[in-house]
């Protein structure tokens, strides 16, 4: 039995006393199995039951004709810092300042009252990688993982250390791949000098380093195992050195961009190696990335590799959701749905070890985005979106803005 | 060919459009100048065979849609639409596909600013004075930029490549037919006008400001196109008088031609269309009053992110509004985007246009319509599939001057169509096979030629993919 009916948001206030809600045969993109319908039981926020026939004293969301997944991850972006990309002042991804590398922490900058916040959310982002950028060092420190509430947005200001070694790694290396190469290995070393001889080195007893004490200190966690090393690199040769760097050094490494990652895509299945990627991607933007290709991320799926995507495109940030449609078209050549949902949803919140967020599970937080067509359709749109257990407004800067002059246009035909 | 630059044609022509600026009209004028036909077009169809779609649901490009039903292509011209034609041509079955017109993209950079992004390609804008409209896009064009074909496989069979926004005045764009071709005369789109790259706002005042030249401002911009239009008014002014003393026997010389001026006055008299770049819609609404001033009609603003605030203007001066589904937030005047701009531009009857400028984009510009009805149907503007299909081909024709021989799957209109293996409004859509007058340039299940750039370049045996 369905008793209420939500019929506005004006009686939330009044059946939240129930602190549930019932989501009414909904068909579940889970990223696991294949869709199916079912009713979803919201209970103070957590998933508390899914099947068929429930029934709830709280309110109904009917899901007939419409689609449930988790909410959607952007595995490269920087929300929370840039506001308007061609203004410095709002700008605070990218430093120039070599004195702090691999400890710059992005997390630090994060606004979470960014306009591209609620936004992004309206489209059913919930969850994102913010990546920093150095423009004068091949590391630009550790990337956060935010969740897309402004009242609790960094979940984990650390959930990977980012080094350039793509085109402008080269070129800040001094224009080799092969300085770039050299300038992470010998950064690494000096790293396991630092924890072998700290205290020489603080008393400044110890030859020069080639990155301050505090760098060399957030290196550590990278030198354990426990913090992946994100690598950005195009070209298939390079990829294959960095993996085995990685393995020498025991490290645990995700690689990001990636572009000619399908042509080595059984070694990386074998080193166990995610790739960060956006599918979208076919044209050969520079001479590294000459394999770019739209089936890559179904060549990388096949052969096992761990993928999670970015996109779309180069605007990652201000429209950091449409990283669905460069999943959708990833799954237009060749990737199966649930492989394309996972990159947009489990994979990332596993690697990042998020675990309790990205999946359809029973006791999860309800992080969640109720469509009104395929998950992964360009046309479709988010009618309810779930964050960390909260339903979110849909309403955004934008929104506004396009409400204001549909009235306006309304007025003006109106005379 | 391209249309003959006749002077005089010009010259009869600007006396039409510019008696508001208070010129006497002239009668008829004795053809007796004309430039020769500069970079002509050497663009031929390859031979094609006449073939009938059968059973196909169309997106007419006009706002209609024609269910389960056949399609005849002959002489590379859609011949004839209807029911259970009657025809011996070559049959494809069509049933449980789509078709639509050839899509169009009306600001590409393709060829000017190709794949590889190297500086020895970057070709797209000549940023070394305010005012360049003597430049010609076309001249910089790299036929091999394997994005040609990408976009090809993606169902773009003509486009527009435009000069960057650096400048008030960038160059003269060219409409190119997305045909493998060794030189860019081979891709040219015949009898197609030529636009003039504009643009507004932040870009120009940055360039040149930064070289502490004039614009350093919108208002320094603003001067910099009325100066270049009180010249341009004086050049034709000049041509004018020669013609004239032609007219009355005079033994004169001819005056000196002028790039910058010659384009310009192409404007003035209605051969050239103004494709601006503008973002901010206060910009647009000044950009329309120069138009006035100087007696001339902008045919597009693209980019237009903020096209929806002045919609009802946009569609009283019938100037189209090309626009982006939602990209924003890379600069200031990009800021006020909104996803329901093509739907309300649309709605306010104005002309409403998809664009990419991007080379990844262009690719999947059905998706972007896709975006954009979305959103307005969200608003409650309640526009259908077939509808919104004009902003990517009959509306995009119109902005280029071509909306007689392409942009819409009608008889006597040249043969460019889509054959797609689903509704083009979904995502996991892709062309089937895509023909340009009529002759197959991508085929999803066939061999298609790939650019040279492509060949032996993943190693010696296997091709870019």
Redesign the interface.
């Known amino acids: 039995m369905k008793r209420l009916v939500l019929l506005a948001t004006g009686l939330l206030s009044v059946h939240l006393s129930a602190a549930e809600v019932l989501i009414d045969n909904v068909m579940i993109y889970d990223g696991q199995k294949d869709p199916y319908q079912a009713d979803m039981l919201l209970r103070d926020g957590v998933i508390a039951e899914i099947g068929q026939n429930l029934t709830t004293t709280g309110s109904i969301i009917d899901g007939r004709g419409k689609t449930l997944s988790a909410g959607i991850f952007n595995g490269n972006t920087h929300l929370g810092v ?6 410095k002042d709002t700008v605070d991804y990218r430093s120039d300042n070599i004195d702090y590398t691999a400890s710059l922490s992005v997390a630090e900058a994060i606004n979470p009252y960014s306009v ?1 916040i609620p936004y992004n959310r309206s489209l059913g982002l919930t969850r994102a990688l913010v990546v920093p950028e150095n423009d004068n060092h091949i590391f630009a420190g550790s990337a956060a993982l935010i969740q897309l509430r402004d009242d609790q947005m960094i979940l984990n200001p650390s959930v990977g250390m980012v080094v350039n070694l793509g085109q402008h790694g080269k070129d800040v290396a001094g224009g080799s791949r092969a300085t770039g190469l050299a300038m992470l290995r010998t950064a690494l070393d000096e790293a396991k000098e630092f924890a072998a001889y700290k205290s020489q080195i603080m008393k400044g007893e110890y030859r020069d380093l080639s990155l301050s004490y505090h760098d060399l200190a957030a290196l550590q966690p990278v030198l354990s195992g426990d913090l992946p090393l994100i690598v950005k690199v195009d070209r298939a040769a390079d990829i294959l050195r960095v993996v085995e760097l990685a393995q020498q050094y025991k490290l645990s490494l995700v690689l990001m961009s990636a572009r000619e990652a399908w042509r080595v895509a059984s070694e990386l299945a074998n080193a166990k190696v995610a790739v960060i990627m956006d599918p ?8 590294d ?3 770019a ?1 739209l ?1 890559a991320a179904a060549i990388l799926n096949q052969a096992g590799v761990e993928l999670v995507f970015t996109g779309m ?3 990652a ?3 950091a959701a ?1 990283v669905r ?1 460069s999943a ?2 990833a ?2 050549h060749g990737l199966p749905v649930t492989a394309a949902i996972k990159a947009i949803t489990s994979t990332p919140a596993r690697l990042f070890n998020a675990e309790k967020f990205g999946g359809i599970q029973i006791g999860q937080p309800a992080d969640l985005v109720i469509w009104d067509g395929h998950p ?6 988010p009618e309810h979106v779930y964050v960390a257990g909260k339903a979110m407004s849909l309403v955004s800067r ?2 506004r ?3 204001r ?2 009235q306006r ?1 309304r007025a ?2 109106g005379n | 060919m391209l249309k003959p630059f006749n002077l005089l044609a010009i010259i009869a022509a600007t006396m039409a459009v510019s008696a508001c600026a208070g010129n006497k009209p002239i009668e008829t004028l004795p053809e007796v100048v004309s430039q020769p036909v500069a970079f002509a077009t050497t663009y031929k169809p390859a031979s094609h065979t006449d073939f009938v779609i059968r059973n196909v649901d169309v997106y007419v490009g006009n706002g209609a849609q024609l269910d389960d039903i056949d399609v005849l292509v002959s002489g590379g011209k859609i011949a004839r639409i209807g029911t259970g034609l009657d025809s011996s041509a070559f049959e494809i079955d069509g049933s449980g596909l789509w078709l639509t017109p050839g899509l169009i993209d009306v600001h590409s950079h393709m060829g000017v600013y190709p794949q590889p992004e190297t500086s020895n390609h970057s070709d797209g804008n000549e940023m070394t004075s305010p005012t360049t409209a003597e430049v010609w896009a076309e001249h910089s064009v790299w036929p091999q930029d394997p994005a040609f074909e990408k976009a090809r496989a993606g169902g773009i069979t003509t486009v527009q490549v435009l000069p960057g926004s650096a400048n008030l005045f960038g160059g003269r764009s060219i409409t190119l037919k997305n045909v493998d071709s060794v030189t860019v005369q081979g891709m040219k789109f015949p009898d197609a006008p030529y636009g003039l790259k504009m643009a507004c706002g932040e870009n120009p005042k940055r360039v040149y400001g930064s070289k502490g030249q004039l614009p350093s401002t919108r208002m320094g911009n603003v001067a910099g196109y009325r100066k270049a239009w009180i010249d341009a008014a004086d050049y034709r002014d000049t041509w004018q008088k020669y013609a004239s003393d032609i007219k009355a026997g005079k033994d004169v010389k001819p005056p000196k031609r002028d790039l910058k001026l010659e384009t310009l006055m192409g404007v003035l008299n209605g051969e050239i269309l103004i494709q601006n770049h503008c973002y901010r819609a206060d910009e647009m609404a000044q950009m329309i009053d120069i138009g006035k001033e100087f007696g001339y009609t902008i045919r597009a603003f693209h980019h237009a992110v903020e096209a929806y605030k002045v919609a009802p203007l946009l569609a009283q001066e019938d100037v189209c509004a090309v626009m982006w589904a939602d990209w924003w937030g890379f600069k200031q005047e990009a800021f006020d985007m909104v996803r329901e701009n093509i739907a309300l531009v649309d709605f306010a009857k104005g002309c409403a246009v998809i664009h990419s400028d991007d080379p990844i984009q262009t690719q999947r510009l059905n998706q972007e319509i896709a975006k954009a009805l979305a959103a307005g149907n969200k608003l409650g503007l309640n526009m259908d599939r077939a509808h919104a299909m004009r902003w990517l081909t009959l509306n995009a024709a119109k902005v280029i001057g071509l909306e007689d021989k392409i942009g819409s799957v009608e008889a006597g209109k040249n043969a460019d169509l889509v054959l797609w293996d689903q509704d083009p409004f979904s995502s996991f859509a892709k062309p089937s096979k895509v023909w340009i007058d009529g002759v197959v340039v991508h085929d999803a299940a066939g061999q298609n030629t790939t650019a040279d750039f492509n060949l032996g370049i993943i190693n010696a045996e296997e091709d870019r993919p």
């Open positions: 840039v506001e308007v990309g061609a203004i591209l979208i991607n076919n044209l050969p933007m520079g001479y990335s000459l394999g290709r089936d495109g180069d605007d940030s201000h429209n449409l449609q959708a078209n799954v237009a992964l359709e360009a046309m479709s749109i934008a929104s803005l396009a409400d002059y549909l246009i003006f035909q």
